[in-house]
């Protein structure tokens, strides 16, 4: 009882701002995911997960439950991280790890949010445990966590290539390692196949994602070249803007022109006057971004085939810019929530609208209240990567810690990758990860300690092994 009472107060503990706030945090996208349970069902750039997923939680009257289901799954994740890699857990040592997390990094700004970030860090803790932890999981937590990893990678594209990322680490386990990641990221593509070929009749991953690696190689100048070169012969739609286009190009937000969350591939994706919400004659292109993703992904084979270095430095810059961008705030400003949030809150009921509004984010009174919280994140987080990189280091001789701390690295720069260099770098995007490392470095740091007791010989109930099950693990029981 002890220990489900850790838990649950754990996840209560990070989602703290949805109770500063009066209402769980939400971002513009967060209306998108309610309409597909409000239909039509299928939206052309995001996948039908995770908006079916939270239904039985808010069931279109309050979305109260929806942080807080949030917030005891990352509780639950981290006490068996704690247990498996921590040297065992207690209810102590997860409520300390918990109120690190909760105080001093944007770990309970995600998992507040009604967003699918929170499954980045889902999927990650999922796969680590899975690979590199079975030793103190049962099988119905193995199992869980499988469902787990395969419901959070389909949930946002960009949480396949870091499950990916993670089955290759996995290696270092063996191959039985390696396939109890794989597994998850299987069931994450058929998901995926599946419900495309039912929603938009396409047997892909991502019917129109083209649209957005269009985006990111026209804001970073290699797309335009394209067009430039092969137009008018071409045929394609963007043909008619040609010497247009540097409207969306490197210059389209010099340093200091645009907000930091607005980036030249937003403008082009999502301005109504852009040439994809725009067809050759003027007039406005309904769903533009779904309408031209044949033919974006011709020009970024053309772009691929013409300058396939240049291609790959952008995507190196993105990727480290990405790495860099780890801050919270582009999601707690009220523009963030936008008409379109409330919109779809109607059908709630005038009682969840009311809430809505009375809320600090509505209102932009969440930003001054947080914003003398949040300058310890950025040195705590380069402490805890530093902290991950010693520990990992002087803990090699037990092969588990050092493929731990290897596999939480790995995982951020995959994830910078996904988002930066096939997206465009935003604060959001690092930020629903970055805290990873910092729960590491607590983890390990909770290990040493334990060990450090038992080695001067007083008795230590937390004290155990990652490499045979944890004292107290179900595995050991």
């Known amino acids: 009882m002890r220990s489900l009472g850790a838990t649950l107060f754990g996840g209560l503990m990070l989602v703290w701002p949805a109770f500063l706030n009066g209402y769980p945090l939400v971002f513009s996208d967060s209306g998108a995911f309610l309409h597909q349970t409000l239909g039509p069902l299928m939206i052309w750039d995001k996948p039908w997960i995770y908006g079916p997923l939270i239904l039985p939680l808010h069931l279109h009257r309050s979305l109260s439950p929806v942080p807080i289901a949030q917030g005891l799954v990352l509780s639950h994740l981290l006490w068996l991280l704690v247990r498996a890699f921590g040297g065992g857990a207690s209810p102590g040592r997860h409520l300390l790890l918990?109120?690190?997390?909760?105080?001093?990094?944007?770990?309970?700004?995600?998992?507040?949010?009604?967003?699918?970030?929170?499954?980045?860090?889902?999927?990650?803790?999922?796969?680590?445990?899975?690979?590199?932890?079975?030793?103190?999981?049962?099988?119905?937590?193995?199992?869980?966590?499988?469902?787990?990893?395969?419901?959070?990678?389909?949930?946002?594209?960009?949480?396949?290539?870091?499950?990916?990322?993670?089955?290759?680490?996995?290696?270092?386990a063996g191959w039985r390692a390696a396939g109890r990641v794989a597994l998850p990221l299987a069931g994450a593509v058929a998901l995926l196949l599946a419900t495309n070929l039912v929603?938009?009749?396409?047997?892909?991953?991502?019917?129109?994602?083209?649209?957005?690696?269009?985006?990111?190689?026209?804001?970073?100048?290699?797309a335009i070249r394209t067009v430039e070169a092969e137009?008018?012969?071409?045929?394609?739609?963007?043909?008619?803007?040609?010497?247009?286009?540097?409207?969306?190009?490197?210059?389209?937000?010099?340093?200091?022109?645009?907000?930091?969350?607005?980036?030249?591939?937003?403008?082009?994706?999502?301005?109504?006057?852009?040439?994809?919400?725009?067809?050759?004659?003027?007039?406005?292109?309904?769903?533009?971004?779904?309408?031209?993703?044949?033919?974006?992904?011709?020009?970024?084979?053309?772009?691929?085939?013409?300058?396939?270095?240049?291609?790959?430095?952008g995507a190196a810059r993105d990727t480290l810019a990405q790495l860099l961008a780890n801050r919270v705030g582009d999601t707690l400003e009220g523009?963030?929530?936008?008409?379109?949030?409330?919109?779809?809150?109607?059908?709630?009921?005038?009682?969840?609208?009311?809430?809505?509004?009375?809320?600090?984010?509505?209102?932009?009174?969440?930003?001054?209240?947080?914003?003398?919280?949040?300058?310890?994140?950025?040195?705590?987080?380069?402490?805890?990567?530093?902290?991950?990189?010693?520990?990992?280091?002087?803990?090699?001789?037990?092969?588990?810690?050092?493929?731990?701390?290897?596999?939480?690295?790995?995982?951020?720069?995959?994830?910078?990758?996904?988002?930066g260099a096939l997206?465009?770098?935003?604060?959001?995007?690092?930020?629903?990860?970055?805290?990873?490392l910092v729960a590491g470095a607590v983890v390990l740091a909770l290990r040493a300690s334990a060990e450090a007791i038992s080695a001067a010989g007083r008795p230590s109930a937390a004290a155990g092994s990652v490499e045979a099950a944890p004292a107290g693990s179900p595995r050991a029981a």
């Open 231 to 313: 137009c008018p012969a071409a045929g394609w739609s963007l043909c008619a803007f040609k010497g247009r286009l540097e409207a969306y190009g490197p210059l389209a937000c010099p340093p200091g022109a645009c907000p930091r969350d607005l980036l030249a591939s937003d403008l082009f994706l999502w301005n109504p006057e852009s040439p994809v919400n725009r067809d050759e004659a003027g007039r406005p292109r309904d769903f533009g971004g779904r309408a031209l993703s044949g033919e974006a992904g011709e020009i970024v084979r053309a772009t691929l085939v013409r300058e396939p270095l240049a291609v790959a430095l």
């Open 98 to 172: 918990c109120a690190v997390l909760a105080a001093l990094t944007a770990a309970p700004f995600t998992a507040a949010t009604v967003m699918p970030d929170v499954m980045t860090p889902v999927v990650v803790l999922s796969a680590l445990l899975l690979s590199f932890g079975r030793a103190a999981l049962s099988r119905g937590e193995t199992a869980w966590l499988s469902v787990l990893a395969a419901l959070g990678a389909a949930a946002h594209l960009s949480n396949l290539p870091v499950l990916g990322a993670l089955v290759v680490v996995s290696l270092l």
């Open 199 to 222: 929603g938009h009749g396409r047997l892909s991953l991502s019917p129109h994602g083209a649209t957005f690696l269009l985006a990111r190689l026209v804001a970073n100048g290699l």
């Open 335 to 419: 523009r963030h929530v936008g008409e379109g949030v409330l919109r779809r809150l109607e059908a709630f009921g005038p009682a969840e609208v009311a809430r809505l509004r009375a809320g600090a984010q509505w209102r932009d009174a969440l930003m001054p209240v947080v914003l003398p919280l949040l300058w310890v994140q950025g040195p705590v987080l380069v402490l805890g990567a530093a902290g991950l990189l010693l520990l990992g280091w002087c803990g090699r001789r037990k092969q588990a810690v050092l493929r731990f701390a290897l596999g939480l690295g790995l995982a951020v720069l995959a994830n910078a990758f996904a988002t």
């Open 423 to 436: 997206s465009g770098p935003h604060d959001r995007y690092g930020a629903r990860i970055a805290w990873v």
